[in-house]
């Protein structure tokens, strides 16, 4: 049997056996096939643990690629240069640094002179080079939040349940009725009354993924890397339906594309494309939205198809605000306070609102008692005290609502909030 012939059958037998690789290696470069002897001294290598082995096999290897190296040099050129420095010889794809070689432009390099190579380092001849464009990800939120979570809201629930999450419980029904499951929300409403929360809210009752979507995955300052972003995150979502995209602050890249750049305008195009294009499908994609000032958003957003359905979220009523307070003091040192009497007197007062007033009070409290030295329990006098330095921030958003409704509401997109504000007119 041919010697090349069983030496290879050998370590294919024995993929492990690092002296079958350095032994075929051998006859390889016995027959001058250099780099095919290179090759598999380099395979013999990576498995070899054992140390004078692994410096016979290294020798070997230098002797190989030195060859290789020599064999595809020009007429004059010499393996180092004259001062002995150290260099490098190509063995596959890694470099072998070599020291002391005196300069030979034979055919053969004599084994004495080989002995006198000394491997300094064995290194990669490649290295991988990253591109400008950075890279955005975007996570998935394992937190679960329901309903059972948010206080008050009952209406906006209501909504919300036959709106949304009904169809993704009965996907058959609304199937038959070609009522496809997904398509986009758009929350607005007054700052600070729960729209990020209700949408988290949202996919826990839908047991859906929840991926909140953030600016700073989106913008690059690189020219076309922000609309890939936004591409690649609408993917993701198809890919792991069901699951819901949820944007805060949306008028900050779906903006009135009338009142922006060129560079914001083809984030908008995209973000049109992607919620509803020629070649996209949204089905069991969720895209929600919440924006403080949903007359800045693009009107294409704003159209059937795309962000459809629009919900007010509004300040909370008395009901959810005592539930508020309630959530807000658990587990501080607390004495009987009447949540029902600050409900009662933070009307118009957010979430937000309401968490200012118990952390105020809270400060007075605490200063009350390092001053005093004497220690107490929060009581209901210290927040109604704490209201008297605060107003519901709420108001403002409210009173320029009013002027979009009364004046931008041939569409009837905020009739919600038209009815709002008929109900509360004395107050705002």
């Known amino acids: 049997m041919d010697k090349l ?72 050129p010499s393996i180092i240069d004259n001062n002995d420095m150290a260099e490098s010889a190509i063995v596959g794809d890694c470099i072998v640094t070599v020291t002391d070689m005196e300069q030979d432009n034979l055919d053969v390099i004599p084994d004495m002179q ?49 709106r949304i999450i009904s169809p993704f419980y009965n996907k058959g029904l609304f199937a038959k009725f070609r009522k496809k499951v997904g398509g986009g929300v758009l929350l ?28 700073t995955d989106i913008l690059d300052p690189y020219i076309g890397v922000s609309e890939q972003n936004l591409k690649a995150i609408f993917d993701k979502a198809r890919f792991q339906k069901p699951s819901i995209l949820f944007f805060d602050e949306v008028d900050t890249i779906g903006m009135s594309r009338s009142q922006t750049t060129s560079h914001v305008r083809g984030i908008i195009d995209t973000f049109l494309t992607e919620m509803e294009g020629v070649d996209t499908n949204n089905d069991e994609v969720l895209v929600m939205a919440a924006t403080n000032t949903p007359w800045d958003v693009d009107s294409a957003l704003k159209r059937p198809g795309r962000f459809d359905r629009l ?58 008692i390092l001053l005093s030295g004497n220690e107490r329990p929060i009581n209901t006098d210290d927040l109604v005290m704490a209201l008297q330095e605060l107003q519901p921030s709420t108001l403002d958003w409210l009173r320029t609502a009013k002027n979009y409704v009364k004046y931008a509401n041939q569409s009837g997109l905020y009739n919600d909030v038209e009815k709002y504000l008929r109900t509360y007119a004395r107050y705002i």
């Open 5 to 76: 012939k069983w030496l290879r059958q050998m370590v294919d037998q024995n993929p492990n056996d690092s002296q079958g690789y350095f032994w075929l290696g051998k006859e390889l470069a016995d027959h001058h096939r250099w780099l095919e002897a290179v090759q598999t001294y380099s395979t013999g290598l990576s498995c070899c643990s054992d140390e004078a082995l692994r410096n016979d096999i290294i020798h070997e290897l230098t002797k190989a690629s030195l060859q290789i190296q020599h064999t595809t040099m020009d007429a004059s």
């Open 114 to 162: 080989l002995e006198n190579l000394k491997i300094k380092n064995l290194v990669p001849n490649f290295k991988v080079i990253d591109g400008d464009a950075s890279k955005k990800n975007i996570k998935k939120i394992n937190e679960k939040v329901t309903f059972a979570d948010v206080a008050g809201l009952d209406d906006l629930k209501k909504t919300i349940n036959l």
């Open 188 to 215: 607005y409403g007054p700052p600070g009354c729960g729209k990020t929360y209700i949408a988290k809210a949202t996919a826990g009752e839908c047991k859906a993924n929840f991926y909140p979507v953030h600016i």
């Open 311 to 368: 919900i007010f979220v509004a300040p909370p009523d008395e009901k959810a605000r005592v539930q508020i307070f309630n959530l807000k003091l658990k587990g501080r040192f607390v004495e009987n306070i009447d949540t029902t009497l600050l409900a009662s007197k933070t009307q118009f007062f957010s979430g937000a609102d309401i968490a200012n007033v118990v952390e105020i009070a809270t400060e007075n409290v605490l200063e009350e």
